[in-house]
């Protein structure tokens, strides 16, 4: 069984440094046979979401896995149309129940919009009374994740971010680092825009290791300390993506990965006004699109 390094959070828990993301894995049953599929493969870590409405799903694999709750971290997120204090509370209430859990390791605000002081007070009492083990954030960019930082009482222990070899957020890191905050990485494969699955570079020097592009690029990630969740509903690809602790890229490879990095996102920027109103209306409408960045 290939054995995930932890690192340890700025609260003394100590996190898996490889997970399995969730988000848009299928039906019920799909995402609970991906989450058994990934504990048998040697996964311990699940990210789900609030909104990605598969917490139960994975509350179901997590209970006939007959695996020991403490050996499993579970995160969570808390949705936008969550926040506020006591809407933030109970819908963690709810997400424990549909985890089927006491306590879950990592709950994190999904987005820096809306009321999300009153949200993070909510899971500052949650973590002070034992009910959250570390809390972060997601998506919180310089500005936004300072000022939290600055007024809140509990530092978070993790921002998880759009980050991949296109844009590997070296500027964010900087300002993270000061208070110790994890980076985890969303979008590892960049959900394979810009060509990802393509690139030859990574390719190329995968050859050198007898690995894959997508193994160089999660490489390269773990490498430069991040903490990845890789998604796939594939049971040889999920093997494929934890296959990476037994090789390490050399300072040329750092170096011209290091190099593909746009610095610019291929999703959506936080800062965007337009990012704001699509998550408004995403939280109105129940109905989420957005333009896709050319490339
Ligand atoms: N906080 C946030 O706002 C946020 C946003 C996005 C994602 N996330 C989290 O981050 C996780 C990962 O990000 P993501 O799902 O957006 O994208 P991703 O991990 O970059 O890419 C997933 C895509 O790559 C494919 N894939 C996986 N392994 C592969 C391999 N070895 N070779 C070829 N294709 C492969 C998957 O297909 P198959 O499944 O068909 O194998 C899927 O289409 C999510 O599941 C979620 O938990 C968080």
Redesign the pocket.
């Known amino acids: 069984m290939i054995e995930v390094p932890m690192i340890k959070l700025n609260n003394g828990v100590e996190m898996p440094q490889e997970g399995l993301?969730?988000?848009?894995?299928g039906s019920f049953d799909e995402v609970k046979q991906a989450v058994l599929d990934a504990f048998s493969t040697g996964y311990r870590m699940i990210?789900?979401?609030q909104a990605y409405d598969n917490e139960s799903a994975v509350g179901a694999a997590i209970s006939e896995s007959g695996l020991s709750r403490e050996d499993i971290f579970i995160t969570t997120?808390v949705w936008i149309s969550n926040y506020g204090y006591q809407v933030a509370k109970d819908s963690v209430e709810k997400s424990l129940q549909d985890l089927q859990t006491d306590y879950i390791d990592l709950v994190?605000l999904?987005?820096p919009y809306g009321d999300y002081y009153g949200a993070y007070q909510a899971l500052e009492e949650l973590y002070k009374a034992g009910k959250i083990r570390a809390i972060g954030v997601?998506?919180f960019m310089p500005d936004r994740y300072v000022d939290l930082v600055q007024y809140s009482d509990v530092t978070p222990a993790v921002n998880?971010v759009?980050t991949?070899v296109f844009d590997q957020e070296w500027n964010l890191r900087k300002y993270m680092d000061r208070h110790n905050t994890q980076i985890e990485s969303?979008?590892?494969?960049?959900?394979?825009r810009h060509d990802f699955?393509k690139n030859e570079i990574l390719k190329r020097i995968g050859q050198k290791y007898e690995k894959?592009g997508?193994q160089v690029a999660l490489r390269y990630l773990t490498q430069n300390g991040v903490v990845i969740?890789?998604?796939?509903?594939?049971k040889e690809?999920m093997a494929?993506?934890l296959n990476i602790w037994d090789f390490k890229l050399d300072e040329e490879d750092l170096k011209e990965i290091r190099g593909l990095d746009t610095g610019n996102t291929l999703f959506f920027s936080p800062h965007d006004p337009e990012t704001v109103e699509m998550f408004a209306r995403f939280v109105k409408t129940g109905h989420f699109e957005f333009r896709e960045n050319d490339d």
């Open positions: 993301g969730v988000l848009d894995a990210d789900t979401a997120k994190l999904h987005q997601a998506n998880q759009e991949h969303w979008g590892p494969f960049a959900e394979g699955f894959t997508p969740i890789p998604k796939s509903v594939h690809r494929e993506n």
